[in-house]
């Protein structure tokens, strides 16, 4: 059963459109993920259902809500951790907990909440003398302290170090489990790979992809992945033209070359013959941002 329903929705600024036709539905407790290159419109497009931004076209509901007309029930039920976020210097993390929990008439646990996102030892601390890190984690709480039935979350780990973005995982795992719906709105396709029922890729403004990850990965032009850091000079056109090769890159000193398992036979039998050794030689199977890579033509 769709809680989320986006039709059709545009949105435009100085006459560029960033959000132009984008159609997607959430089910009730999954975990739905947004990717796209810089300037896709994915933030646009979450913004448009949280009611901070009004569609210029198209129609969004949120567990039959209209964001803009029913903004007051809305914020109800819907917790939402933005792309970019402050709060006054001088509050204390205890404080704003406290403060936001106030305005909920059945809030979370504010402690238990600063406990498993680590920001405990930090609740007489001021907002202004957070790290960055830690300014996440408080607007994560933040997002869930409402005991929301859907929560937005919007670059949901930058600025966390690895081990606390795995802890996060976990909890946004739990939180799931708890019967609540995630947006995530991600660069890190391990994050996506990791926790998303399905991903819709947003790219100039439009959908060009929605599936489930792995369904995702099995569309994409190659199934191996071959990496290495070559000894020698390589021409990147004669490694172009092996078979089945999808594509050829660098990543610094590295080359990347995206194919099937017969383009690895191919890669290791023409650097035999160049006298050319690979070095932290790295044989894969696809990933998401291989697929991303595919379905946008950029990064992710």
């Known amino acids: 059963m769709a809680i989320i329903e986006v039709d059709g929705l545009c949105k435009s600024y100085g006459g560029r459109p960033v959000v132009d036709g984008v159609d997607f539905t959430v089910e009730a407790g ?77 809030p979370a646990d504010w402690r238990g909440l600063a406990e498993r996102l680590g920001i405990t030892a930090q609740l007489k601390t ?27 979350l919007d670059e949901l780990t930058t600025g966390l170090d690895p081990r606390a973005r795995r802890d996060t995982w976990r909890l946004i795992e739990e939180v799931r489990a708890g019967g609540v719906t995630v947006v995530l709105v991600t660069h890190f396709m391990e994050e996506a790979q990791r926790l998303c029922d399905r991903v819709a890729v947003i790219d100039r403004g439009r959908v060009v992809a929605l599936d489930a990850p792995a369904r995702l990965v099995g569309r994409a032009a190659a199934s191996t992945v071959i990496s290495f850091a070559p000894s020698g000079r390589l021409d990147e056109t004669e490694l172009a033209s092996l078979p089945d ?31 050319v050794t690979a070095r932290e030689l790295r044989v894969t199977d696809t990933t998401l941002d291989e697929a991303f890579l595919d379905l946008t033509g950029k990064e992710a």
Do not use: H, M, W
């Open 30 to 106: 999954e975990i739905f993920g947004i990717l796209g290159p810089n300037g896709a419109g994915k933030t646009t497009t979450v913004e448009c259902i949280e009611g901070l931004r009004a569609p210029d076209a198209g129609a969004v509901r949120v567990a039959g809500l209209d964001p803009a007309a029913d903004r007051d029930r809305l914020t109800r039920i819907l917790g939402a951790q933005l792309q970019e976020s402050q709060l006054q210097p001088k509050i204390t993390v205890r404080e704003a907990l406290e403060l936001y929990a106030a305005f909920y008439p059945r």
């Open 126 to 152: 001021r907002f202004g003398a957070l790290s960055g890190g830690q300014q996440q984690r408080l607007f994560i709480a933040l997002a869930l302290i409402g005991n929301p039935e859907i929560v937005v």
């Open 245 to 275: 090769v999808a594509s050829v890159r660098r990543e610094g000193d590295r080359l990347v070359i995206s194919g099937t398992d017969e383009t690895v036979n191919a890669v290791l039998t023409l650097l035999a013959r160049q006298g």
